[in-house]
């Protein structure tokens, strides 16, 4: 923990500057005043880690503690507690999910109750988790209504509502160009705004799908590009970038440089870069919709070509800024002797969607009659599909000295290396490939206060590449072309050479 609140001395240092339970009982105090009883855990705490992920609903942590005084039972604890918790790394913004300030985390489980053998008598070691106030609403409520207009309107609703999520914290939102109407049938809150979420088009970008998640600054209803770019008009500025191998770095004076150290990634990895099976598989690079609108009794098919596309999105790395046709994760290049591309192929993933457009009227205000004509698929499913899955190969996984600053959604970039030796005072060069931007998915904060360190545990992607692969126009195959034969005929032949044989059974 830092000395000095506003000053960091060490990259790892922090503050914790609050860490208590809030019980559901009321304490003693002022007449007229209801509060609640409350102990400080500070001096209990080993460890505090905190996880938030633009794929999931909510912030959920762990504390583990090394309880001298049984404060799970003499509490006790048995689920109905909120959590104040408040941490930071010096100088910076960071968690403040206090009752005053903020708004506290719930506590919801413990788990690994172990005596502690090698410490006081009487001592335990445990853990306890929490999640946001959102969680329990969605597992005690259900939605079952018709919402009509811009998705963001229903979104909203939900979420506000003191029937479903009953949330009051700050919900930002992308606007969205469509109106639609759904009917949300009897489903839990989480996944009534996922189904929103689904027929959400972007007002700014050519992108469909929207993400819900939340964040130390509240929660988010956006789309992917939204956070790849500012404005729908340049790609958004990196928030934080790392190297690896600088830590510990002297300034020539003697002194160290913190904030070189901060920007030094103490290990990393690169998981499942290329599998390209895998995404051919999902449709990431080409894929079939076909609709049937019943309504109106026809068949409508389409195809996604993935490098056609392309270019009409923002992706993690840009040119100059804007968006780039050329940066593609799978080069132009035709396979085998197909004489076509990959992307060429949209039978590689065939959808089947019912779609009925134009049978839903709505009477406005104004007493004015007008249709709401509700969005194909193939505007929505077929680019998110593509989307997702591109996003979930070439996972960077970094660990890193904490940074209260960076939260999942942010743009950072990390300068991988090419992996070869090097001679004395080499500098390694940077990966054309997989050197640049990443966008966090997924992190966890984690204040370890046996080793007195905060450090961050990073999962980060990009979908496409920061320089250009080669495209080839030209065609090879090695493939030679194969007979047909019966098993029979190569049966009869291996018993004409047995016969020729003494004992050909042994």
Known sequence: MADNKERIIKAGDYNLDVAEILSYKIAGGVPGEVQPFRIDIQNIILSVELQQSIFSRTMIGKIQVHDTKDVRTLLPIVGLERLNLKFHTPGLTGVNATANEGHPFHIYKIESVTPDNTGALGSQLYDIFFCSRESYFNNMRKVSKAYMGQVEVGVNDIFRNRKYLSSKKNLYFEPTRNQTKIVIPNTRP????????????????????????????????????????????VARPAKWSYNFGMKDVRHPSGGKEIIKDLHGAESWSLHNPID??????????????????????????????????????????????????????????????????????????????????????????????????????KHTTQKALSQRQLLSTGILEIVAPGNSLIQAGDIITFDMPIMEPLGHNVKAKASPYWAGRYLVYDMKHIVDKTEDKYTVHIRAVKDNVDHPYVSEESVWSHVTQGGLQSIYEADNELLGRMNQRPNPHR
Not at 191 to 216: Q, R
Not at 359 to 364: K, L, P
Request: charged share 30%; glycine share 6%; with cysteine.
């Open 276 to 377: 390209t099976l895998d995404n051919i598989g999902n449709g990431a690079y080409a894929n079939r919709l076909i609709e049937h609108d019943m309504f109106n009794k026809t068949i409508e098919e389409t195809d996604f070509d993935y490098a056609k596309e392309f270019g009409k999105h923002f992706h993690t790395e840009h040119s100059d800024g804007g968006k780039s046709s050329v940066k593609t994760p799978l080069p132009y290049a035709k396979f085998d002797d197909t004489l076509k591309t990959i992307s060429d192929e949209p039978e590689a993933r065939v959808m089947f969607k019912s779609n009925t457009k134009n049978i839903h009227e709505h009477v406005d205000e104004k007493g004015e009659t007008y249709v709401v004509e509700n969005v194909s698929d």
């Open 190 to 233: 989480f996944e009534a705004i996922d189904m929103l979420c689904k027929k959400a088009v972007s007002e700014k970008y050519e992108n469909a799908g929207y993400l819900f998640y939340e964040d130390f600054n509240g929660y988010h209803f956006r789309s992917i590009e939204s956070l790849l770019a500012v404005g729908g008009a």
